[in-house]
Each structure stands twice: as structure tokens, then as C-alpha cells.
């Protein structure tokens, strides 16, 4: 089959690179210049695991290309897929600035039927927004073109995105026109073989069950950081807690880590966007902002734990700091909590030596020339002239480092660990002083390293 897809990020590589590797002929079409050129040049602008050996084999094949070139990409397919950004406006809503574009280029270009699939994530009710930019490119032309919207949100995540696609849990495809969901059934039949993935529905429900799942993963996040901070003041460890509720099957093990919050392109918008679409129909969410109030305070937890350890005395000290990305395999910073605690850090007169396998180049790009920054080549060179170490992101290569050399390299010897990944015992039996998440098990004050009794109460929120 044809399709097109708008939008060359995370979301629009993948889906290209997967359908052409389902045999589709696939047009990428893109506003942004030099990624279309770097495309071209067979450069991959992201890190996707899997996703570079799937675009240069479908390249070669000539089963996806890569263009600026609207009126040909929408000449190209009877699918025009939209995946472009839908980044949080001022106010927290959707900015739908680009999907509506999108639609208005088709409706500028289309010369016959066209499905229009809406697979960025847009609050309930953009379809029809869709729709109308459509009718009104349409009018202007004089032209009475017939096209058919579909919302088919993604649900594939970052640094397993090619898994994902290719055996998706669900596919959801909210129409309201019968052939619409047959066509997009044959089109995703190759994903499919197992057993039937799509679930279809009505447009508005279609919408708002991307905006429901993340929201879902969001709150057992934020449940969990919740818990954790609770664990520090009550003197439990949330690991021991963490495995005592995840064997419940109705909770389950997944999304209950404790951390140094969530952060990425989609958790911490989606819920803010939920909530704006939730007031903006008079209704409070409660809870949605709950989920996102939590996250807030919790991306700066290790900071706080680090300027109580100093007591507020952070002007000149060196952090080294391991993990920029906001998770493992992605290089994407987009709302990761690194950036807050660097943030904190340089806003108090410390200096970062930091260090993240796959996201330098970003950090590069977002903190260009940036004092108190200095990007090294490995984790260990972080170590060189640093106070202390960060952890912030659960990269494979942090769980099992050598801990005598990060002792002797520290002026220091302290870790402050945003995801949990040591032990404890074994730490303080080398004499690491260590600061997780939740697992201060002796007193309420957060500030404590593991197993060192204090017997003042600190509120440090
Ligand atoms: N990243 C994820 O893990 C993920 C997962 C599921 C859903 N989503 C949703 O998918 C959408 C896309 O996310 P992403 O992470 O791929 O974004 P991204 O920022 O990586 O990519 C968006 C691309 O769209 C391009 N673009 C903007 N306006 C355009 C236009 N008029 N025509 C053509 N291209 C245009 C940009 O230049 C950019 O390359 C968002 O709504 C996001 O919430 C993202």
C-alpha cells in the first residue's frame, strides 16, 4: 500500500521504517530542511535502537523516502498519516499548531480521496478540527474532494519503539465510516497475524484513550514517588514495598519504580493536556493534577538531597553526573529530570561534569556554550576533580560500576541515586555514603543517607 506519512521524529521514522518493512511504499515528509537532508544522506537524527538498519534496507529497496515536498507527499498516499509534534501550549493544552498545518497542506494539495490518520496525541475533539481545515483548504480551491479522518494514536515507546510497532498490544482505530476501519485493518494486517489487535471505536473515544493510558502510567509513577517519600519519613524502604505490592497481580511490577520522576516528549504533557481539556469542560481533575504536582516536586528530590548533605554550601562543588536522556536507549532530554537537577545545580554555583551514552549530542544542542557544563567522554572521566556522583538515568552501563575507583576519585565519597540501582549494606560497607529514593529506613529526614540515625525531623519539601 501508499502511504504518507508528516512529521520524520521518533513516532513518524518508526512507523516508516516499520510499514516499508512491511512491503508498503512509504513517503516521509517533513518541514524541518536539514533532517530531510541528513535523511537523505542516510543519517539517522535520533537514537532508536533498530531503527537505522531498517530505514538503510528499505532506502536500498526504494520502499521509503524522504521529502519537504507536500504536493508530492500527498499525491504519494491514499493514507496521510499525521505524526507531528504536539507540544504543551502556555497554559498546559495541546498546541495543535502543526496538526492543524498538516491538515490544511493536504486539504491545499489532495486531488482525490484521501484518509487523513491521526496518529499525534490531540485532545478529544481534534478530529473535527481536522475536518474543518479540511473542508476549508478544500472550499478555498473550489474543490469537493471526498477524504475520511481516522484517529490512530501510537503507543510505541521510546528505546523499544521497533518492538513496539512491530507487535503492537493494541492498535486502536477510532472512525466513524465502516470502510475507513476495513482499509486501515488491511493495512495494518501484517502486524497482525498473531491474533487481531485492532480495537476499533468511535473517533472521541479513540482520542482520549491515548491520553487515558498515559495518564494510567503516569499515576503509578507519581503513586509510587508518593510512597517513596512516605517510606523515607516513616523509615520503611519502598524496595521492600515495591516487590511486597507489585506480586499482586492486580498491581503488577511495571511503572512502580520509585526515581527521580518521569520526564519525556509524552508523560508530562499528556497529563498536563488532560487536565487542561478536563478544566476547559468545567471539570477539576484532581487527580490528574496530582500526578503531575508529585512529578514536579520529585524531579527535584536528588537536588534537595544533595544541597541538604552540603547544607546549602553548593557554590564551587563538582558533580559528576551519569545519565542525561530521560530514560535508557533514547537519547530524547525532552523533559528529563536531568535537566532539572543540572538547573538546580548551576543556579546554586555548582559545576556538572556529566556523562550519557547516547544523549551528548543533545545535551550539546540544548546547552550550548553553558558555564558549569562539561560533557565528558566516558563515566568514569566524570569522576575526575568531582565531589560527588549523580545517578540520574538507569542506563546498563551505571549498574555495576567499579565502586573502588569511584571512592578513591571522589573528593567526596557520596553517590546520590535517582533510580535505586545499588545496594545499599554494600555501599555503606565501603564507605560510599548513599542517598536513594525512599530507602532511608532509619528516620523521616529525607536528607539522611541510608542507615545513618538522626534524630531531628527535617521536612525538606
Ligand atoms: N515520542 C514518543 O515516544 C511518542 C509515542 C507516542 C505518541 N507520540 C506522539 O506523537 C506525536 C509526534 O511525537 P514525536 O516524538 O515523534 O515528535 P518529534 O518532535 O520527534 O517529531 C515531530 C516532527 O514533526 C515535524 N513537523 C512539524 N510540523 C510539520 C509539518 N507541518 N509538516 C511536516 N512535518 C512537520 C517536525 O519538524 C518534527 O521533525 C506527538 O503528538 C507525540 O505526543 C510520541
Known sequence: ???????????????????????????CCDIDEDKIA??????????????EAYIERNVEAGRIEFTTDVKKAVDHG?????????????????????????????????????????????????ADKVRAELF?????????????????PEFLKEGDAIGDFMKPDRIIVGTDNPRTTELLKSLYEPFNRNHDRVISM??????????????????????????????ERFGADIEHVRQGIGSDPRIGYQFIYPGAGYGGSCFP???????????????????????????LRQKRRIFEKIEAHYDGKLNGKTIALWGLSFKPRTDDMRAAPSRVVMESLWEAGANVRAYDPEAMQEAARIYPDQDGLELCETADSTLEGADALVIITEWQEFRSPDFDRVKQALTDPVIFDGRNLYEPSLLQAMGITYYAIGRSNVNADSAQPYGRRKTDMVDSF
Open 78 to 126: 491514499l493514507f496521510q498519516f499525521i505524526a507531528v509534534g504536539t507540544p504543551p501550549d502556555e497554559d498546559g493544552s495541546a498546541d495543535l499548531k502543526h496538526v492543524l498545518a498538516v491538515a490544511r497542506s493536504i486539504g491545499d494539495h489532495m486531488d482525490e480521496y484521501r484518509i487523513v490518520v491521526d496518529k499525534s496525541t490531540v485532545p478529544v475533539g481534534t
Open 38 to 51: 541528513r535523511l537523505n544522506k542516510g543519517e539517522i537524527p535520533i537514537y532508536e535502537p533498530g531503527l
Open 1 to 27: 500500500m501508499k502511504l504518507t506519512i508528516f512529521g520524520s521524529g521518533y513516532v513518524g521514522l518508526v512507523q516508516g521504517a516499520c510499514m516499508a518493512e512491511m512491503g508498503n511504499h512509504v513517503v
Open 202 to 231: 468511535d473517533i472521541r473515544s479513540a482520542e482520549l484513550t491515548k491520553y487515558a493510558a498515559n495518564a494510567m502510567l503516569a499515576t503509578k509513577i507519581s503513586f509510587m514517588n508518593e510512597l517513596a517519600n512516605l517510606a
Open 269 to 295: 504533557k499528556d497529563v498536563q493536556a488532560l487536565a487542561k481539556s478536563a478544566a476547559d469542560a468545567g471539570y477539576d481533575a484532581a487527580l490528574l493534577n496530582a500526578v503531575e504536582d508529585v512529578n
Open 136 to 152: 476549508k483548504s478544500l472550499k478555498k480551491r473550489g474543490k469537493a474532494i471526498e477524504f475520511d479522518v481516522v484517529s490512530n
